[in-house]
T-cell receptor, first 114, second 107 residues
Framework: KAGVTQTPRYLIKTRGQQVTLSCSPI?????VSWYQQTPGQGLQFLFE???????NKGNFPGRFSGRQFSNSRSEMNVSTLELGDSALYLC?????????????FGNGTRLTVT | GIQVEQSPPDLILQEGANSTLRCNFS?????LQWFHQNPWGQLINLFY???GTKQNGRLSATTVATERYSLLYISSSQTTDSGVYFC?????????FGIGTKLQVIP
């Protein structure tokens, strides 16, 4: 079974630009969540989607948005990039519906904003 | 939100040594996971353990939900165990990560 796939692996953008990151979950997983990892703040929850609906959102500005498609693939978008958005962005998928199930992470997208 | 404290923050072990990592959390939770992030950044789920004890090879974990803590035991450590270990308690749709324990196993 293929794992969680994130594309691209690396990205370099300029301040003010926008970026879209993609995540394909493990087959059969309908929940996709996104995390930002930085040396200063650690791993922080961005948002979680299930069946194309955002069910929970972390404390990030509105420049961070996401969506999920009918095939459970998810994208996150960051508009008007700032230097502080440089981070490793991790996507995780799980079976979670009404119960609880483990998170499985992709390899991440490393975003550098210059 | 849930506050998570992990200790120790840093740990250096000689290969073959045993260790215990601790995670305290501030609120009752419905699930708790332990992850290992290797030096290449890959996060691997080690245990999904809302309560009780589980073992997987040289690793085992215990969560005492009523006392709001979890322990991760590493026995006979190997250099491949190096990396950062995260505790992640959570509710239904959101998981909160601790700052992690950075482990270095030296040969």
């Amino acid at each position: 079974k293929a794992g969680v796939t994130q594309t691209p692996r690396y990205l370099i953008k300029t301040r003010g630009q926008q970026v879209t990151l993609s995540c394909s979950p493990i087959s059969g997983h309908r929940s996709v969540s996104w995390y930002q990892q930085t040396p200063g703040q650690g791993l922080q929850f961005l948002f979680e989607y299930f069946s194309e609906t955002q069910r929970n959102k972390g404390n990030f500005p509105g420049r961070f948005s996401g969506r999920q498609f009918s095939n459970s693939r998810s994208e996150m978008n960051v508009s008007t990039l700032e230097l502080g958005d440089s981070a490793l962005y991790l996507c995780a998928s799980s079976l979670a519906n009404r119960g609880y199930s483990p998170l499985h992470f992709g390899n991440g997208t490393r975003l550098t904003v210059t | 939100g849930i506050q998570v404290e992990q200790s120790p923050p840093d740990l250096i072990l000689q290969e073959g040594a045993n260790s215990t990592l601790r995670c305290n959390f501030s609120d009752s939770v419905n699930n708790l996971q332990w992850f290992h992030q290797n030096p290449w950044g890959q996060l691997i789920n080690l245990f999904y353990i809302p309560s009780g004890t589980k073992q997987n090879g040289r690793l085992s974990a215990t969560t005492v939900a009523t006392e709001r803590y979890s322990l991760l035991y590493i026995s006979s450590s190997q250099t491949t165990d190096s990396g950062v270990y995260f505790c992640a308690p959570g509710g239904y749709q959101k998981v909160t990560f601790g700052i992690g324990t950075k482990l270095q196993v030296i040969p």
